[in-house]
């Protein structure tokens, strides 16, 4: 195999610098994008430029010690270069530098043999720094999306916490999500031990529902915030399925991320207190386990029960009040009620009609009977604390 000369060699080390200065040339004349770059970014492409065109030489004396100096160049550059040009672009920038080289370098051979080396060796150089910088992007790719784990997770955390509103909306920016796009949080067991598979399959479920999601895995817990109205039919059950088994709760849908600690809030208690309603849905709502959830003790709950229920039979008038009691007191049966208050049972429908339109629930439906007597019963004892 013929070797390159060492006069060769040293004139391809005095060469390098006016190689660098052509492939930039010719970056430049070729895309109207390069141009733009900032100051630094471009600098940061000639350094890489000017070690590849140097480490041609070397890559003819050793190509192991070649190949990582050009890999070290890439290292060197500052790390948001990735994010001002796409991995597509910096092959078609690479593309451009093996082709100048390529024309330039035999010029500098010292005969005809010499020539063939060198231009099987441009190819060969060209692929093996293509492969580099290919590398250097998929390790900041990996260093990015390791970043933006923690940093998805301390957003969750936030939420979770309530920490300061500026804080929280700077970070979900940062994950590029949108700050004006409702939010709802679901909260239920993790189906899986290891957090990246986890993570992987909740993505995986939300990017075929066309929705943005953070995510946290905190010990058993899975964590989801879900971005946009959840009114639309089968999202929050297709965003279940990435649960493990037990039950599923969401928090209301709140205007904004900045709110969802609300609704982390009601979503966590939910979970706490739905052992309580053992055929509840899968998933349930922290509205819907009001009941349960004032029973286990929050203050939240009671008053969202007093507030939609409790007050509008009052405010409605003592016969409404008395009507729905009495029927939830006989068990939901109309006649004994109706003998009781001494009305016809039709006015007794009338009634529970009224109360069924203004309170949500229907007291003819068992589930709905039970949300009635909690909340009524709740807001006896809230009013004799004098809370109300």
């Known amino acids: 195999m013929v070797k390159v000369s060492q006069e060769t060699l040293a004139a391809l080390d005095r060469a390098s610098g006016k190689l660098a200065s052509a492939a930039l040339a010719s970056m430049d004349e070729q895309f109207p994008w390069?141009?733009?770059?900032?100051?630094?970014?471009?600098?940061?492409?000639?350094?890489?430029?000017?070690?590849?065109a140097a480490g041609f030489t070397a890559y003819l004396r050793d190509q192991g010690d070649a190949i990582r100096l050009t890999a070290d160049a890439f290292r060197q550059a500052p790390r948001d270069l990735s994010r001002w040009i796409s991995l597509r672009q910096t092959v078609e920038l690479v593309r451009v530098a093996v082709h100048v080289i390529e024309r330039e370098v035999p010029d500098l051979a010292a005969n005809d043999d010499e020539r063939h080396v060198l231009t099987e060796a441009v190819l060969r150089y060209g692929r093996e720094v293509a492969f580099t910088s290919a590398m250097s992007y998929a390790t900041a790719a990996e260093t990015r999306g390791a970043w933006d784990a923690r940093l998805?997770?301390?957003?969750?955390?936030?939420?979770?916490?309530?920490?300061?509103?500026?804080?929280?909306?700077?970070?979900?920016?940062?994950?590029?999500?949108?700050?004006?796009?409702?939010a709802t949080v679901l909260v239920g067991n993790s189906p899986s031990d290891d957090p990246p598979t986890v993570l992987y399959e909740v993505?995986?479920?939300?990017?075929?529902?066309?929705?943005?999601?953070?995510?946290?895995?905190?010990?058993?817990?899975?964590?989801?915030?879900?971005?946009?109205?959840?009114?639309?039919?089968?999202v929050l059950e297709k965003m279940t399925a990435s649960f493990g088994d037990g039950p599923v709760v969401a928090g209301p849908t709140v205007a904004t991320i900045a709110d969802a600690h609300r609704s982390s809030v009601e979503a966590l208690s939910g979970l706490r207190a739905v052992v309580a309603w053992p055929s509840a849905p899968r998933p349930v709502r922290s509205t819907d386990l009001l009941p349960e959830r004032?029973?286990?003790?929050?203050?939240?709950?009671?008053?969202?029960?007093?507030?939609?229920i409790a007050r509008p039979l009052e405010e409605a008038g003592g016969a409404l009040l008395e009507t729905v009691e009495t029927y939830l007191e006989v068990g939901g049966v109309l006649e004994t009620c109706a003998r009781l208050l001494f009305v016809h049972p039709n006015t007794v429908r009338y009634r529970l009609r009224k109360a069924t339109e203004i309170t949500g629930h229907n007291a003819n439906l068992p589930r709905d009977a039970l949300v009635l007597r909690i909340a009524l019963a709740v807001g006896r004892l809230s009013r004799a604390r004098g809370l109300w």
């Open 203 to 234: 993505r995986s479920r939300a990017a075929r529902a066309g929705r943005p999601v953070l995510l946290g895995v905190q010990g058993s817990r899975l964590i989801v915030v879900l971005a946009g109205d959840t009114d639309q039919p089968r």
């Open 152 to 182: 998805e997770a301390s957003v969750v955390d936030a939420i979770v916490r309530g920490d300061a509103e500026e804080s929280l909306l700077s970070r979900a920016a940062a994950l590029g999500w949108d700050l004006d796009e409702p």
């Open 294 to 308: 004032a029973l286990a003790g929050d203050p939240e709950a009671e008053w969202q029960l007093i507030d939609q």
């Open 34 to 52: 390069f141009g733009r770059m900032p100051a630094d970014q471009r600098a940061s492409v000639q350094l890489i430029a000017q070690t590849g």
